[in-house]
């Protein structure tokens, strides 16, 4: 079993920038492709990026695709996602998960262990 804590939400204006991070206990980071999904009020929970656990494959949701950047550091049992760009349609609780797949990582079934999230929000 793996263990995941998301950090680094908060709150920043439209156009800026915000790193969260993700850090996994409990299990063998570099064994999982890891992902990043989204859950804003009244919404389901969306897609926003994974990457495989070689970090040689990453994927963004239509959404995010140009602004956002993820990457992880094995050493550290942590994955990473650069927000650049911000716009009030990217507030949300964000949440990391971890997947044994290295496939399909857009769908919410491949994933086996999910954070708490932390929450982002962007004002205009």
């Known amino acids: 079993q793996v263990q995941l804590v998301e950090s680094g939400g908060g709150l920043v204006q439209a156009g800026g920038s915000l790193r969260l991070s993700c850090t996994a206990s409990?299990?063998?980071?570099?064994?999982?492709?890891v992902g990043w999904f989204r859950q804003a009020p009244g919404k389901e929970r969306e897609f926003v990026a994974a990457i495989r656990r070689s970090g040689d494959s990453t994927y963004y949701g239509d959404s995010v695709k140009g602004r956002f950047t993820t990457s992880r550091d094995n050493a550290k049992k942590t994955l990473y996602l650069q927000m650049n760009s911000l716009k009030p349609e990217d507030t949300a609780v964000y949440y990391c998960?971890?997947?044994?797949?290295?496939?399909?990582?857009?769908?919410?079934?491949?994933?086996?262990?999910w954070g708490q999230g932390t929450q982002v929000t962007v004002s205009s």
């Open positions: 998960a971890a997947s044994s797949s290295g496939y399909y990582l857009w769908t919410r079934s491949q994933y086996n262990y």
């Open positions: 409990g299990g063998t980071f570099s064994s999982y492709s």
